[in-house]
Antibody, heavy 122, light 113 residues
């Protein structure tokens, strides 16, 4: 079955950088788009970034544009999120998520990892 | 940006009764290529990631109990749980994946009365 395992979270000071990884298995990673979605403590869900299956198309939320970069390594079945110039408001659980195929789940986000907590604090 | 507004923010329903959660989008999310509304519903239990329940506004994901149903079109969408079970206690989110930024509703907390 689909497995998405995030890593790389931790406590970091404002202005510093962090790179999240998401190791995937159980599906053909190279043919699916992927998203990062985050959830601040006790809050709702916020979409962060998307990358197409071939990494040609990338998009991100205005709140992280210019600071966060999404990327992927298809031979390694791994998704990344490089986070620079972190702010206290970036504190959240970051979920690695898979975009489903249109014919199966309508292109919606159909699988989620357990998440990794990023805490930005001085 | 498309704003997704859920109502109510919280809801308490007796076991076996119907629960209804509404979601209103600030713009239409209908894709002309397939005439589908690009709205999904997710269930999130404490300490767990969200789980997909419904996509295309009304199509139930495989394995989801049939007491969960989605309906609506245009800008108004509804998630209905026909007969509430104890395991349905959770926060429910609607989500539009029609256009970037792919926004979520603020969530509705469902509890047992």
């Amino acid at each position: 079955q689909v497995q998405l395992v995030e890593s790389g979270g931790g406590v970091v000071q404002p202005g510093r950088s962090l790179r999240l990884s998401c190791k995937t298995s159980g599906f053909d990673f190279s043919i699916y788009g992927m998203h990062w979605v985050r959830q601040a403590p006790g809050k709702g869900l916020e979409w962060v970034a998307y990358i197409s299956y071939d990494a040609i198309y990338k998009d991100s939320a205005d709140s992280v544009k210019g600071r966060f970069t999404i990327s992927r390594d298809n031979p390694e079945n791994t998704l990344y999120l490089q986070m620079n110039n972190l702010r206290t408001e970036d504190t959240a659980v970051y979920y690695c998520t898979k975009k489903g195929a249109s014919v199966t789940t309508g292109g919606s986000i159909d699988s989620w990892g357990q998440g990794t907590l990023v805490t930005v604090s001085s | 940006d498309i704003v997704m507004t859920q109502s109510p923010d919280s809801l308490a329903v007796s076991l076996g009764e119907r629960a209804t959660i509404n979601c209103k989008s600030s713009q239409r999310v209908l894709h002309s290529s397939n005439n589908k509304d690009y709205v999904a519903w997710y269930q999130q239990k404490p300490g767990q990631p969200p789980k997909l329940l419904i996509y295309w506004a009304s199509t139930r994901e495989s394995g989801v109990p049939n007491r969960f149903s989605g309906s609506g079109s245009g800008t108004d969408f509804t998630l209905t749980i026909s007969s509430l079970q104890a395991e349905d206690v959770a926060v429910y989110y609607c989500h539009q994946y029609f256009s970037s930024p792919y926004t979520f509703g603020q969530g509705t907390k469902l509890e047992i009365k």
